[in-house]
């Protein structure tokens, strides 16, 4: 996969999969720390101590006893190779969280990528899901959670054209508004 | 200065919806899934799906269903695709590009003729 929108969208089915109610997805980009940071947290039927090893080892996962694929230990060698970090921790009955990060620097480090159509697809086609989408730049964030926005549309599909222009629009100016504003906010102080 | 959308919009957008939802008469459901598991994502299933997102927004194509599905086997056809509309029989359609896409929801979807030439037998 090129894009790290693209392992956020494959770990977030995972969470899916093990039939998750609530789903949060977070993406830092601190570019003063040098990090960009991803996680995704679940509150599916999580994994025991033995599957948790094997989730993150290629080798030994068994595609005919459980969904598990290439999907984690692709994202956990890519931050591994940039000097990050890969955490997975995991409880059955309760849920899953997974944590990687990145130097944001390094060059060997993915695109982001396009992650509104990333969410856009994780919302519209998992309804039944609650999502909470956390993004950070710097000092500024966009908060997405889309429950308000269920509650008034009451019951209309989120595939309607109108409400996913609508849905698209938020996602865009949300995360734009952030960087824009963390971007003028960081020129205003060096002048 | 900020385009944050304000829920007090979506009210409007909603009622606006509502209204070209009842000017069409309603042709049954239809269900367009797509496949998502890695095997799909890797193969691009995502560019599918938007592709599949702009023409319903561009288009207005109303009374959709876009949902999605794992892995269903038959890796080396993804990115996959499959239309079910009311009560006729799911249609496949493997190695959907976006293009692809795009004309299986203007030619199946649009007027019920399925594309021949993408679709796969599973």
């Not at chain 1, 890519?78 to 997974?98: P, V």
């Not at chain 2, 385009?3 to 919009?9: G, H, P, Q, R, V």
Request: hydrophobic residues 40%; proline residues 3%; aromatic residues 4%.
């Amino acid at each position: 996969m090129r894009e790290l929108s693209l392992h956020i969208l494959d770990i977030a089915e995972n969470s899916v999969s093990a039939k998750a109610k609530n789903i949060t997805i977070e993406i830092v980009e601190d570019t003063k720390a040098d990090l960009l940071k991803l996680s995704v947290q679940d509150d599916g039927r999580g994994m025991d101590s033995e599957m948790l090893v094997k989730v993150v080892d290629p080798f030994v996962t068994s595609r005919t006893t459980r969904k598990v694929g290439l999907g984690i230990p692709l994202l956990k060698a890519a931050a591994e190779e940039c000097n990050g970090s890969f955490e997975i921790t995991s409880r059955i009955g309760e849920g899953t969280k997974l944590i990687v990060q990145f130097q944001y620097s390094h060059i060997d480090r993915m695109p982001l990528g396009d992650y509104t159509t990333t969410m856009l697809h994780l919302l519209i086609a998992n309804p039944q899901v609650h999502w909470m989408f956390l993004y950070r730049y710097n000092d500024h964030s966009f908060n997405f959670n889309d429950e308000p926005i269920k509650a008034e549309l009451g019951g209309m599909s989120m595939s309607e054209p109108l409400i996913l222009n609508w849905i698209r629009e938020m996602l865009e100016s949300g995360i734009a508004d952030a960087q824009n504003n963390s971007k003028a906010g960081h020129v205003s102080k060096t002048q | 200065m900020s385009t944050i959308k304000s829920l007090e919009d979506l009210k409007r957008v909603r009622e606006e919806a509502l209204k070209k939802r009842d000017l069409k008469a309603s042709s049954g459901t239809v269900q367009v899934i797509v496949g998502m598991g890695t095997c799909g994502i890797a193969a691009g299933a995502r560019d599918t799906m938007k592709s599949i997102l702009d023409t319903i927004e561009k288009d207005s194509l109303s009374g959709i269903i876009v949902t999605q599905t794992g892995c269903i086997g038959i890796c080396e056809k993804e990115p996959i695709l499959q239309v079910v509309i009311g009560e006729a029989a799911k249609v496949t359609y493997g190695k959907v590009t976006p293009d692809i896409a795009k004309k299986i929801l203007k030619e199946h979807v649009g007027n019920g003729k399925v594309v021949t030439d993408h679709m796969i037998n599973i």
